[in-house]
């Protein structure tokens, strides 16, 4: 049964949060904004699961956000899929991928394994561009609308319910993953993959299952951003994304929770507050990330809980 002590406490404020949030927007360009801000959240919620909790590094993430956004467009355009069923599709799709990659790849460590992922994320972003007949090339392409049970969802007012109803099944998902005893194999693997296998953590199982847990909600996400914007092009997949999203789990706190939203929302609205400075979001992501390390190297979220004397 839920409580309202801490950690759940931040679930309740979250919600009361989002609940409110639609009516304080002045215009549709902050419902927007704030539902991209939701969007980045589940995903860096599922990516901090694997970096922050299990340890374990992904530079190419971005790919698995492709692989869900072409699902949805390809199938739904090419195929007249129905919407949840090509979501469903690229999701399963994902899950497969990533359990067939993250064997081999987890045998690495440190660097190389940064350079694996890294490289997967490239091969699946020059496959989306190549294959122009089915994907747009370059040039991207329309998505079709998303529909369940004959309602069709548009505009900003419909997708923000959706979207801040998916962060807050997610946060709350995730807290009681950290807390069962899976979670508890994760930080165990994280400290030490060594005294882990000790004690009888199958190390290997437990990070394709982390891997393909965090790809489903990336691949996941991907369709919803799809078929909100309309339209899709192969920079949902690139190398450049990915570093957002590395950077959203490092800036908010990596194995907190919240931390991952609160990294999500300060990144998400960023690049709106250098619109004026073209071209140079990739030089501020890059100094955050730097100041981040040396002066908050656990995040913004476990430093000012530390403070606080409080856990995250």
């Not at 549709?28 to 699961?49: C, H």
């Not at 490239?122 to 529909?147: H, K, Q, R, S, Y």
């Not at 069709?152 to 998916?166: D, I, R, S």
Request: with cysteine; glycine share 10%.
């Amino acid at each position: 049964m839920m409580n309202f002590r801490s950690p759940y406490l931040g679930l309740w404020l979250l919600v009361a949060v989002l609940a409110v949030l639609p009516f304080a927007l002045p215009n549709a360009f902050y419902m927007d904004l704030a539902i991209r801000m939701a969007i980045n959240a589940v995903i860096v919620l599922g990516l901090n699961l694997l970096i922050g909790f299990a340890g374990q590094i992904s530079l190419g993430h971005a790919g698995f956000l492709g692989i869900g956004a072409y699902s949805s467009a390809v199938l739904t355009t090419h195929f007249n899929w129905h919407p949840a069923f090509a979501m469903a599709a690229g999701a399963a799709a994902c899950a497969v991928l990533a359990a067939l990659v993250a064997r081999p790849i987890f045998k690495l460590k440190g660097h190389y394994l940064a350079m694996a992922t890294l490289g997967l994320g490239i091969i699946l972003t020059i496959v989306i561009t190549n294959e122009g007949a089915w994907t747009g090339g370059p040039d991207g392409m329309p998505v079709p609308p998303f529909a369940l049970f004959g309602f069709e969802l548009y505009g900003e007012k419909h997708w923000y319910w959706v979207v801040a109803a998916v962060l807050a099944i997610s946060v709350w998902a995730s807290l009681n993953l950290i807390d069962s005893p899976f979670g508890r194999a994760l930080r165990a693997l994280h400290g030490s993959e060594v005294a882990s296998q000790v004690v009888g953590v199958d190390v290997v199982r437990y990070k394709v299952a982390i891997f393909v847990l965090s790809a489903v909600f990336a691949s996941l996400m991907g369709s919803v951003t799809a078929h909100y914007v309309g339209f899709v092009t192969p920079g949902v997949a690139g190398f450049f994304h990915s570093i957002e999203l590395v950077t959203m789990v490092v800036i908010g706190g990596m194995a907190s929770v919240y931390g991952s939203v609160l990294g999500a929302v300060l990144l998400t609205a960023l690049p709106q507050a250098l619109a004026t400075f073209e071209g140079w979001e990739t030089v501020a992501f890059g100094t955050i990330l730097v100041f981040t390390m040396i002066f908050m190297p656990k995040g913004l979220v476990p430093t000012l809980a530390a403070k606080l004397g409080r856990k995250d």
